[in-house]
């Protein structure tokens, strides 16, 4: 269906496959978190019991994401000290693109926390759900 070609270590992936994974994975979070909310209302003990190991992977997935991106951030930065070093003068050429990655990993970090404390926030709201909806029927 989808041939990926590979030219001095650079994938080409074809026309219209980002958006199509894009929209799978969409898909599938809309889905874990409908799954998730219909337990959580359904059979609040049984949510209770799922609430850590939920609590675990989000973290676990957090912290993976996070060293990943500040690994990638910090090998760029030693990669322009790096070619200042070596330079005959102590400049070094950087393109501006250089620079605008090295923004947006750090960028990606911050929006990673926000999305991170969000999800946890709603996935507290759904662990104090049952006692919201005792007092509401008195």
Known sequence: MYRFYIYASTIIIPKG???MIETII??????????????????????RKLYMQLSYVLLGVFLLLATWNL???????????SQATH????????SV????????KFTFLIYLFFIEQAIWGYLFFLLKLPTILENKKD
Request: no cysteine; aromatic share 10%.
């Open 26 to 47: 969409a898909s599938l979070s809309v889905a874990a978190i409908s799954a998730i909310t219909f337990i959580a209302y359904k059979h609040p003990l049984g949510y």
């Open 17 to 19: 496959f980002n958006t």
């Open 71 to 81: 690994a990638t951030l910090f090998g760029s930065i030693l990669s322009l000290q």
């Open 97 to 104: 693109t250089t620079i605008v990655e090295m923004g947006q």
């Open 87 to 94: 330079s005959s003068s102590g400049t070094i050429n950087v």
